[in-house]
C-alpha cells in the first residue's frame, strides 16, 4: 500500500536526473491512487479541496497552522439529566460524564457545527469497484469521527465503507474529541486520521494530523459579556444586604454596557462566585471566518464543594461545557484550589516565550511548599498556551492571587498594565492624614448594621497598633518579590505599573480583644456575620488551621481591596466601596483610588461588600464571576 502526504506527493511528482527536473515515469504514476484527505489546515474556516491552500502541513500542527477540532463537550439538546431514576442528585461523576461526546450520534444542527470538518478530494476517474475506509490511527481514544450521508451524521467504525461513488464525489467527516486535553503525557491533543482507498488489488492512503482545541482561560482584554453571581434567599439584615450587592451589580453592569442579565446562582448558597468555577473557552475556526466558540465553565478542585454542580445543573447546554478534574489529594490545601486563586495575564512574548492567549497565575504557599491541585496544574500546563506562573501568596490567610494583583486594559504598545496592591501607599495615606492633624478621625466610615456594630478605632489608634505597620511593611515587601517575578516573565517595565493603596492585617487568636480583629477576620469591624462563617473564606481556612510555616504571619485586606474588584471594560472598573476615614468630606482611601485607576485611563465605580464579602476575607471580585468574548483567534499573536 502506497502511503503519502501532500508535500510527499508534490516531490514524487517530478525527479531529478543530471540536474534537470524532469517527469516522474508514467508506470510509477499509473500505480498510485489519487487519494488526498484534507482539514483546515490554514484554519480559515472551511476546507479547501480545490486549491492548495490547506495542503501543506497537513501532517505536522503548530500554534500557528495546523487542524483543529473541538472537545465536544457540551449539551446542545439539553439531553444530560442531573437526577436518577429514583429522582435522587446524581454523583458528580455522573453528572460529569454526560455531554454531546458521550454518545456516538450526532444531536442536532448545533452538535453538527461543533464537529471539525475534514473532506476527500473528489476522485472522478475512481473505478466502480473501489472502496475506502477511515481510521484513527493516533488518538482514536479520545476521537471520534462521523461521515455525512444523504441519510444524516453516521459514525464512521471499523465496518464502515465508503462507496466508490461517495469517493468519487467527495466524502465529507466531522471529527470531534470525547474530552478536552487532561495531561498531554497520557494525551496530546493530537489525532491522525487515515483515509486508504483499494481499486484493483491495489490501495493507497493519506493521513492528516488534527489537534484538539487547548481550553483556555480569559483575560481583561476580552470584553465583559455576562457577569455571574450568587444570590441568597431570606429576609434577615445579611441576607437583604447581599440582595442588595446583586441589585447593584446588575446596575453597574448595565451602566458599563453589559446587556445581558446577570447569571445568579441560587441552589447552593455558596457566595463566592469566583472561587467555585473559573470561565473557560475552547474554539476552532467556523464558517465564514467566524469562530465556532464553547465556554466552558473549569469547576474548582474541591470535590466536596457543592455549588460546583449548579454548573452542570444549570449552566450546561447548547455551547457550554463543565469539566472537573478527579484525583485531588487530600493533602492539597483547600483554599488554594478556590479559582479566585486562578487569575490571566494579557497577551504578551517576552525572553522568547510567546502567550497569544495569556498566561495563568495561580498563588502556592512557598514557606510549606503547598500548591494548588497537581491535576489541575497539569491539566492547565497540558494545554500548551497558557503554561502557569506562580507567586507566592504564603503571606495572605486566603491565599489568592487576587488579593493584590489585577491587569488592566492600556493604550499602550502592550496593551496592558498591572494593578497591585501598594501597602507603603496605604500607611502613606493615614500618616499623612495623623500629621495635617486628622489622627483622631474615626479609620472607617462604614455605619453598623444589627449584628455587627461599626468599627470605632481612630487613624491614631490604626498606627499604634501592635501589628497594622509591621504587616504592611511585611505585606510590601512580599508583593514587590510578586512583581519582580512578574516583570521578569512579562517584559513589564516601572511604567506599566498601575499602585493602587492598600492596607492589610492579620488575625489574632480566638477571643483576644484589642485593637485587632479576632482570627480569620479583621482589625475594626466586629465578629462576621453567621452568614459569611458558613460560606464565607473562613469555612475553607477551617479545613487546614496548620497550614503556616511556624513562626508566619498571614494577612487578609483591612481596608477593603481595591485591586479585588472587576474589570467591566477597557475603561470601567468595579471596585469594593472602600469606606476609609472621612476628611474635609472625603474619603481618603476612595479619592486616592480614583486617583490611581484614572491615570491608567480606567473610570471607578464602587459596591458595597463590607458586610457582604469583606467580613468574609473576600471583595467584590470574590463574590462575582464574569464570562468574557472569546470570538478572538487564540493562534494569532
Not at 449539551?75 to 455522573?94: F, I, Y
Not at 470584553?223 to 453597574?252: C, H, I, S, Y
Not at 446562582?265 to 462566585?273: N, R
Not at 497537581?374 to 495572605?396: E, I
Request: hydrophobic content about 40%; proline content about 5%.
Amino acid at each position: 500500500m502506497l502511503r503519502t502526504s501532500h508535500a510527499r506527493r508534490a516531490a514524487v511528482a517530478i525527479t531529478v536526473i543530471g540536474g534537470v527536473l524532469a517527469p516522474v515515469s508514467p508506470a510509477w504514476a499509473a500505480d498510485r491512487l489519487p487519494v488526498d484527505l484534507r482539514a483546515d489546515v490554514n484554519r480559515d474556516g472551511r476546507v479547501d479541496v480545490a486549491g492548495a491552500s490547506d495542503a501543506a502541513g497537513e501532517d505536522t500542527w503548530s500554534a500557528g497552522r495546523g487542524a483543529v477540532f473541538l472537545p465536544n463537550i457540551d449539551d446542545d439538546t439539553k439531553r444530560c439529566a442531573v437526577k436518577g431514576p429514583n429522582g435522587k442528585p446524581l454523583p458528580d461523576a455522573k453528572l460529569a460524564a454526560c455531554n454531546d461526546a458521550a454518545d456516538a450520534k450526532v444531536n442536532g444542527a448545533d452538535d453538527a457545527a461543533d464537529l471539525a470538518r475534514v473532506r476527500s478530494v473528489p476522485m472522478p476517474k475512481l473505478s466502480a469497484k473501489a472502496k475506502g475506509s477511515l481510521t484513527v490511527v493516533s488518538g482514536g481514544k479520545k476521537t471520534r469521527v462521523f461521515v455525512k450521508r444523504s441519510s444524516g451524521w453516521t459514525a464512521v467504525t471499523a465496518k464502515t465503507v465508503l462507496s466508490a461513488a461517495e469517493l468519487r464525489a467527495g466524502v465529507e467527516f466531522g471529527v470531534e474529541a470525547t474530552d478536552v486535553i487532561r495531561d498531554r503525557a497520557v494525551w496530546d491533543g493530537r489525532a491522525v486520521i487515515r483515509l486508504t482507498v483499494a481499486s484493483g488489488g491495489k490501495s493507497s492512503s493519506d493521513d492528516v494530523t488534527l489537534r484538539a482545541a487547548p481550553l483556555l482561560t480569559h483575560h481583561h482584554l476580552q470584553n465583559a459579556q455576562q457577569l455571574m453571581v450568587t444570590k441568597v434567599p431570606g429576609k434577615d439584615d445579611w441576607a437583604r444586604r447581599q440582595q442588595a450587592f446583586v441589585k447593584g451589580l446588575a446596575a453597574e453592569a448595565k451602566s458599563a454596557g453589559i446587556s445581558k442579565p446577570l447569571v445568579t446562582f441560587d441552589k447552593y448558597g455558596d457566595i463566592w462566585a469566583q472561587d467555585f468555577v473559573e470561565p473557560g473557552y475552547v474554539s476552532m475556526a467556523g464558517p465564514g471566518g467566524r469562530r465556532q466558540v464553547m465556554r466552558v465553565m473549569l469547576r474548582s478542585a474541591q470535590a466536596d464543594r457543592e455549588a460546583g454542580r449548579e454548573l452542570f445543573e444549570k449552566l450546561r447546554g447548547n455551547g457550554v461545557g463543565v469539566v472537573q478534574v478527579s484525583g485531588v489529594r487530600d493533602s492539597e490545601e483547600w483554599t488554594l484550589n478556590s479559582m479566585g486563586n486562578l487569575e490571566t495575564i494579557p497577551p504578551y512574548a517576552h525572553g522568547g516565550r510567546s502567550f497569544p492567549a495569556g498566561r495563568i497565575i495561580m498563588g502556592e504557599r512557598k514557606d510549606v511548599g503547598s500548591k494548588p491541585a497537581k491535576a489541575m496544574r497539569t491539566l492547565l500546563a497540558s494545554q500548551g498556551f497558557q503554561d502557569p506562573l506562580l507567586l507566592d501568596t504564603s503571606w495572605l490567610h486566603v491565599g489568592h492571587v487576587d488579593e493584590f494583583v489585577q491587569f488592566l486594559p492600556a493604550d499602550t504598545p502592550r496593551g496592558w498594565k498591572i494593578a497591585i496592591a501598594d501597602p507603603e501607599a496605604g500607611l502613606k495615606l493615614l500618616r499623612d492624614a495623623k500629621a495635617a492633624g486628622h489622627g483622631k478621625t474615626r479609620m472607617f466610615s462604614v455605619p453598623g448594621s444589627k449584628d455587627v456594630p461599626a468599627p470605632k478605632e481612630t487613624i491614631d489608634q490604626a498606627l499604634a497598633s501592635k501589628w497594622l505597620v509591621a504587616d504592611n511593611t511585611m505585606a510590601a515587601q512580599k508583593i514587590k518579590a510578586n512583581l519582580e517575578l512578574l516583570k521578569r516573565a512579562t517584559g513589564v517595565a516601572d511604567a506599566e505599573v498601575v499602585r493602587v493603596p492598600a492596607l492589610y492585617t492579620r488575625g489574632t487568636e480566638e477571643g483576644e480583644r484589642g485593637d485587632t480583629m479576632p482570627r480569620l477576620t479583621r482589625m475594626g469591624a466586629g465578629e462576621a456575620p453567621e452568614a459569611i462563617r458558613e460560606f464565607g473564606q473562613q469555612k475553607e481556612l477551617s479545613r487546614q488551621p496548620d497550614r503556616a510555616a511556624p513562626g508566619a504571619v498571614m494577612t487578609s485586606a483591612y481596608v477593603p481591596g481595591a485591586v479585588n474588584g472587576v474589570v467591566l471594560g477597557r475603561d470601567r472598573y468595579l471596585a469594593p466601596k472602600q469606606w476609609g476615614p472621612v476628611i474635609g468630606g472625603k474619603d481618603v482611601f476612595t479619592a486616592a483610588v480614583n486617583a490611581a485607576y484614572t491615570r491608567a485611563g480606567m473610570k471607578v465605580s464602587y459596591l458595597d461588600d463590607w458586610y457582604t464579602y469583606h467580613l468574609g476575607q473576600g471583595e467584590v471580585h470574590c463574590g462575582t464571576n464574569t464570562l468574557r468574548d472569546a470570538s478572538g483567534a487564540w493562534w494569532k499573536k
